[in-house]
């Protein structure tokens, strides 16, 4: 029986490139072909989780045996629903340290394969950090449940655009909500709000990405 974990949530508005369909306004540095633009908004916020877990690797990791222990690396567990029913959330090895192309085209065949019930063993069991959105279903803020032994799951929404203060002005920029599950055994809120203060100032400057 798994036993219940404490699992306070942070909610976080977080500034975000933009992230259509379209590259037009996507700095060049992460301009991809037209075959992938359609992972790009995934692929970018992907990447942004791992290195905020890389920056906070309090939160990359397992609770086990009473006592946290850190990732070898940051594996990022994808969540993909299945056609059938259900949802498996692979890992993205080492996902800090992929660029963005390699990135998206890792996600395209691990999805694929996630689908086709053609995983490795090793890619169901070995995620330190769990990403999941529901951003493409229309859902803004999204709360997630931590996996165990893992102890944090960063959740997103859609991107929307949303009046806010630029410069002293106001403007409309795209934002996307990003969310934080946490098991409290392993961390607390001060070092959940450095995991989404990273988040948040990564998709401000995709070109860090």
């Known amino acids: 029986m798994i036993p219940a974990v404490p699992q306070p949530r942070w909610p976080s508005p977080c500034g975000s490139p933009p992230l259509p369909a379209s590259p037009r306004g996507v700095p060049p540095a992460v301009r991809w072909s037209a075959g992938r633009e359609r992972l790009l908004p995934a692929a970018l916020l992907l990447k942004a989780a791992a290195l905020a877990a890389r920056e906070v690797p309090e939160l990359n990791g397992y609770w086990t045996e009473d006592h946290f222990t850190p990732g070898d690396g940051v594996h990022l567990g994808v969540a993909v629903s299945l056609r059938g029913g259900g949802l498996v959330a692979p890992a993205l090895r ?12 890792t996600l395209k065949d691990l999805v694929g394969r996630a689908r086709g019930g053609r995983l490795r063993g090793a890619e169901v069991s070995t995620a330190t950090l769990t990403v ?9 803020t999204v709360f997630g449940v931590v996996h165990p032994p893992q102890v944090a799951l960063v959740g997103f929404g859609r991107v929307v655009e949303r009046p806010c203060a630029v410069g002293g002005m106001i403007g409309v920029r795209p934002q996307v909500t990003a969310t934080l599950s946490a098991d409290h055994r392993a961390t607390d809120g001060v070092t959940g709000a450095r995991c989404l203060t990273a988040v948040d100032r990564l998709l401000q400057h995709p070109e860090m990405l």
């Open 94 to 105: 080492d996902a800090d340290s992929l660029g963005l192309g390699e990135l998206m085209a």
């Open 132 to 140: 999941t959105s529901l951003g493409d279903q229309g859902v803004e």
